[in-house]
């Protein structure tokens, strides 16, 4: 049975769980950014992801806000693509609001990703329904943030993630390097919306204990 | 001097768009750092290393990044912010584009220009590209 917060240990795990399915999917990943941009998707998280493991590895963090900020400027040195700033800026953001906290009830949980999520739609000048990640991460926000309590919460905010990101199959791109196809982004999954649905799932299996 | 920072997703081209602008000016150049590709060979961008070449060419007056194109803008916009205010205050992004911007920002900077001017002067380069053929289609 899964606990009502989440600790630095279940944070850890999450982001573990996260490295692992990024790189597991990672050909899927490049597959859907070959159909409408440059390929480089799954090779990028899974190299941001494979470096955030290490970071793990090689230390302890006693707050959330540490061990976020450890995170989101690995992701930010070491993915190469926009993928880097946006998904580095959302942790970042995500330790910044839960100063000196230790571990992260349901309220706390949505409290930190809206911050994160704040900070992924400044930095791309993005909003929803522009065929982004964005369009995973704001279903999934407001599923956490209606549903009771922790493993309920990430549960709900899995499924709204990967709905989110299949509803991006029939919008037209106008963000990223997709946007250079226009009309020609229609019938593509976008590879951002498909990254953030397998950190999403990674919550709900470590966080939500769904594993 | 006006420093100046090189920002691509490519080492190899920032590079020689670097040795293309200093030929301009010889060994008077500004400082040039440049921020480009995850290693030599990689590419990508890294918004750690952007804030570190920021904080080895900013002088008094100030810094003009240039950049190549997608993530290297968000990049640049997030190493913005791992730096102390006041040096980021005197950073300067320009649109201009790499190869003749960078041109024309490196002779502005080695002849004392600041921040602004060397930004303006960048800009205006690709204005005399367009002038130039713009006029030789009008001579066909």
Redesign the interface.
């Known amino acids: 049975m899964a606990e009502s917060t989440a600790s630095i240990d279940d944070l850890v795990g999450w982001l573990r769980r996260s490295a692992e399915l990024l790189q597991q999917e990672a050909s899927h990943l490049t597959e859907l950014d070959a159909a409408i941009g440059d390929a ?1 998707h799954g090779a ?1 998280m899974s190299r941001g992801f494979t470096a955030v493991t290490e970071a793990l590895d090689a230390e302890s963090f006693d707050t959330v806000d540490a061990l976020m900020k450890k995170v989101g ?1 690995t992701m ?7 993928s ?3 998904y ?2 959302f942790f ?1 953001r995500f330790g910044t609001s839960q100063p000196g906290a230790t571990e992260l009830d349901a309220t706390a949980l949505a409290a930190a990703v809206e911050a994160g999520i704040g900070g992924i739609a400044q ?2 000048k993005s909003e929803r329904g522009e065929k982004t990640m964005l369009d995973a991460w704001y279903p999934a926000l407001e599923a956490l943030q209606a549903a009771d309590g922790l493993a309920a919460g990430v549960h709900a905010a899995a499924e709204a993630a990967a709905e989110g990101r299949d509803a991006t199959e029939p919008m037209t791109a106008t963000k ?2 997709a946007s250079y196809l226009g009309e020609r982004s229609v019938g593509h999954i976008d590879p951002g919306s498909a990254s953030t649905a397998l950190i999403w799932q990674a919550a709900d299996e470590t966080l939500g204990g769904a594993a | 001097m006006t420093g100046i920072v090189v920002v691509s ?1 490519s080492r190899a081209l920032a590079e020689a768009a670097v040795g293309l602008a200093t030929q301009m000016v010889g060994d008077g150049g500004p400082v040039i750092e440049v921020a480009a590709g ?1 290693s030599e060979t ?8 952007i804030s570190e070449a920021l904080e080895r060419a900013t002088d008094e007056q100030g810094v003009v990044v240039f950049m190549d194109l ?2 290297a803008l ?2 640049t ?2 190493a913005l ?1 791992f730096l102390d205010p006041d040096l980021a205050e005197r950073v300067h992004l320009t649109w201009a584009p790499l190869v003749e911007g960078l041109v024309g920002a490196t002779v502005a900077a080695a002849g004392g220009a600041d921040p602004e001017r060397v930004v303006s002067e960048a800009e205006l380069a690709v204005e005399a590209k367009k002038r130039h053929l713009a006029t030789v289609t009008e001579d066909d």
């Open positions: 480089d990028n400027m930010v040195s070491k993915v190469g693509g926009a880097g700033p946006l580095g800026t970042l930095r791309g990223g390097r | 997703h995850l990689e590419l990508g961008t890294d918004a750690a290393a997608g993530s968000m990049s916009e997030t912010e």
